[in-house]
């Protein structure tokens, strides 16, 4: 297949994965462009978390490609993945508990990474008002002095989300950002994540099918490791392969 | 604001530590006692490492008696070759080296030796050699991504390498007696009261620039991100971040803590030996860190102090008994106060010392310090 490179932000090509025999992931190819929201649907154990592993190098791939701005991820170490522009959310909250909101975004600010670089690192006026800022956004800005861990769940997501954002990643990996909210931090979430995916490529995982139709540029339905479907919503919901597996029940 | 480097009550803290250390503890103990004081203070140094590796960073190390056995070898190995001048040793069959290495049939000072004339080249290794070994240590474990109760056994299999190393190499090491008979420091004589009062300051000096240093890292970003990694190393290392780099750095400034304690160890108490090096040894430098209170700097302190002070007061009396008691100290402290000493102290004596001395307008408590854990 041959793919210009500049129209695609992110291309995923004959990828593959395989615990002890069983393929996970199985010859998957797809393209991002950039300012895409690219929503992944598919029933339990389809890949598609797997997916997002083997993009940010939590799990190294048996074979194929994956190009981010025409650097090959695969062989990169998982921080140099960040440093080229890709952020991941996890599926559960991953917030540091001990640590307060402030320090969580703080850690998160693309300044000082290394070990050096972190014992010279001050807390500037630049610093404050970015975190600021971000807090703000994710509807924190009151909470800033609390310690991650009394924070509700929706909150720690949200928290999260900000911990990303506070990257600025060209591409933003979600894994079910509205996961375990109740209805109201629902609403809020999908507001907030309309309003951060306006100018970055977007890859989110999601079953929430009402919040799917919301945000997606396009829709990959995954099955049992391979694409069983790609288009618009419309189209891939009236597919009757995707009826037949995934949204019929 | 919450960046300063040292609290009011950490100043607080800091202050009374000096006070017990360099005034209430000289003018109360004879000299005899104050040498043993001291010599518990050079397991401060370890504790507090340990503080940053396992306490912070969440990295448990069961080997810290490697770090502080190579930093009290490099300096006894100095005090050994000041001591074995042709003078001192014309009985032996070659004068001039070690008196073990005569016994050993050694004709000539093994060229690795040779470097431990010089006193600045000997100072640089206390640091330098536990420091390297430490780095090997932690490339080799951290990058493969190896931690928790492996690194804690893998650390704990160093010890007893480095013992049965040091036991089986008699010629060049002194074997399991250790090196003895250390003398003079560029002719001072340091075993004399005054020369070990004077070591005992010289000892509580560099403690507290240890200390220093190791709030520094605490207060700095790289603290926060060690907390960070304890917690939740993924989302670290996903938020940029070469976690094996920070655990590399954090381990080898503990080894370097601990390297610095050795050689004041050599000092006040004139020998070093396997004893001190191995398993046992390492695991009571990780009892007193959690005693103290392994989140706190300067419990670590008092834990190196309270532990080892009753160490050497029962086992006078019920010297069988010493062992059972410790193990029942230590199991007791991790059920009942796993933040040890510190911990006590910041959850239930200092929040009744503030509503004492602040009567009016309730107190902010600002020692909700439990780790989430």
């Known amino acids: ?249 | 604001m919450k960046s300063t480097f040292l609290s009011r009550s950490e100043l607080i803290g800091f202050a009374i530590l000096a006070l017990i250390i360099f005034i209430a503890l000289p003018m109360a103990l004879d000299s005899f006692r104050l040498n043993l004081f001291g010599k518990y203070l050079t397991y401060a140094f370890v504790a507090v490492g340990l503080v940053l590796c396992w306490g912070a960073g969440g990295i448990l190390s069961l080997g810290q008696g490697v770090f502080f056995g190579l930093g009290g070898y490099c300096m006894a190995m100095f005090l050994k070759l000041e001591a074995s001048t042709p003078e001192n040793t014309s009985i032996q069959s070659t004068p001039g080296i070690p008196d073990f290495m005569d016994w050993n049939q050694l004709t000539e000072l093994p060229i690795w030796w040779q470097p431990f004339h010089s006193l600045a080249f000997s100072l640089f290794a206390v640091v330098a050699v536990p420091v390297f070994f430490a780095f090997i240590i932690g490339v080799a474990m951290f990058k493969r991504r190896v931690g928790g109760v492996y690194f804690a056994i893998i650390t704990q299999a160093f010890a007893a390498i480095l013992t049965i190393l040091i036991i089986g190499q008699q010629g060049y090491t002194g074997g399991v007696n250790g090196i003895t008979d250390l003398r003079t420091l560029l002719g001072w004589d340091i075993r004399t009261d005054e020369a070990k009062e004077v070591l005992y300051f010289v000892n509580g000096a560099l403690l507290f620039v240890v200390l220093f240093i190791a709030q520094f890292v605490r207060k700095s970003k790289l603290g926060r991100l060690l907390i960070a990694m304890r917690d939740q190393e993924d989302r670290v290392r996903f938020s940029g971040y070469d976690v094996a780099g920070f655990k590399i750095f954090i381990f080898c400034l503990g080894a370097a803590f601990a390297g610095i304690g050795g050689a004041m160890f050599t000092l006040q108490v004139g020998f070093m030996s396997p004893t001190l090096v191995g398993i046992v040894p390492s695991i009571e430098m990780v009892i007193f860190c959690a005693v103290g209170g392994r989140l706190s700097i300067l419990g670590a302190v008092y834990g190196a102090l309270l532990v080892n002070w009753a160490k050497t007061s029962f086992s006078e009396s019920f010297p069988e008994l010493w062992l059972l008691g410790l193990g029942g100290l230590f199991i007791a402290v991790v059920m009942l106060f796993p933040n040890g000493l510190a911990g006590i102290w910041s959850q239930h004596i200092e929040p009744r010392l503030k509503a004492l001395f602040a009567p009016r307008g309730a107190p902010k408590s600002a020692s909700q310090s439990t780790p989430a854990e």
Request: glycine letters at 8%; hydrophobic letters at 40%; aromatic letters at 6%.
């Open chain 1, 1 to 249: 297949m041959n793919v210009p490179n500049e129209r695609f932000i992110l291309k995923v090509e004959g990828l593959t994965v395989s615990f002890d025999g069983f393929k996970a992931v199985d010859d998957l190819s797809f393209y991002v462009e950039p300012n895409e929201c690219r929503v992944i649907i598919g029933p339990n154990g389809a890949g598609k978390t797997t997916v997002l592993d083997l993009i940010c190098g939590r799990t190294r791939a048996t074979s194929g490609s994956v190009t981010f701005k025409d650097k090959e991820l695969l062989t990169m170490r998982e921080d140099q993945i960040v440093h080229a522009g890709v952020g991941r959310k996890f599926q559960t909250p991953s917030v540091y508990e001990d640590l307060t909101v402030f320090e969580n975004l703080e850690l998160s600010y693309p300044k000082g990474h290394g070990v050096f670089g972190a014992l010279a690192f001050r807390r500037d006026d630049k610093v404050r008002d970015r975190i600021q800022e971000i807090a703000e956004t994710i509807f924190l800005e009151d909470l800033l002095e609390e310690k991650a861990a009394f924070l509700s769940h929706g909150q720690k997501q949200w928290l999260e989300i900000g911990m990303l954002l506070i990257q600025d990643p060209e591409l933003l990996m979600l894994d079910e950002p509205v996961a375990g909210m109740s209805v109201a931090e629902r609403k809020k979430t999908a507001e907030l994540l309309k309003r951060i995916i306006e100018d970055r490529s977007v890859i989110v995982i999601e079953h929430d099918m009402g919040f799917v139709a919301d945000i997606a540029t396009r829709v990959t339905v995954l099955h049992q490791g391979k694409t069983l479907s790609e288009g618009s919503m419309e189209r891939v919901q009236s597919d009757p392969k995707v009826i037949e597996v995934y949204l019929g029940h």
